[in-house]
């Protein structure tokens, strides 16, 4: 049964971006080189240390959780009993991060967890993401999702940012179609 639409006999496939295409491939690399490190350090030290070392990263990166969302939690509480808005980052999500890093096993996640601990990485890195949001956010073509973020924010003279939506009703203009009841759409 035909609906009348033909098909195009050859449809072409939507571009994958560079991230989509390569981000398989770059997973993949880093699990091989994860198991390659853990299998030469089980190697000069035994399997034992490994294992140790894989549990005491574990339990550092609950701990390094447990503690950024407390403290997130608790800047949350403090914004709210002020009335305010919570400061701006306070490097909880990276702290976070560097948790759920050295939680994964291997170490190579364990070193750049560790890494994501230090106060001037998380600065830096911090400075980066916001810094390349940022320019995307800009770049970002009309009707797109980071074109619909942009517009929704409005500046207020002390700096802040309010998310809304302004909608004008000036009432109908000359030329509009009458608001009333309309007739029932017949064929």
Known sequence: MTTGAQNPPHTTRPRRSRLGRYLPLGVAAWLVLEIWL?????GAAGG???????????????V????AGRRAFQSLNEAIQRGGSPERGGGNGLMMLGGLLLMIPGLV???LGLLLLLPPVQKAVSRLTERTLDRKL?????????????RARIHRPDGKVVQGEVIRDDGPRPGDEPTGERPPLTR
């Open 109 to 111: 996640s364990d070193a």
């Open 138 to 150: 800009r770049a970002s073509a009309p009707g797109t999702l980071g074109d619909a973020f942009q």
């Open 38 to 42: 853990l299998t030469v350090v089980a």
């Open 64 to 67: 390094v959780i447990k503690r």
């Open 48 to 62: 034992m240390t490994v294992f140790l070392l894989l549990v005491a990263g574990f339990v550092a990166g609950a």
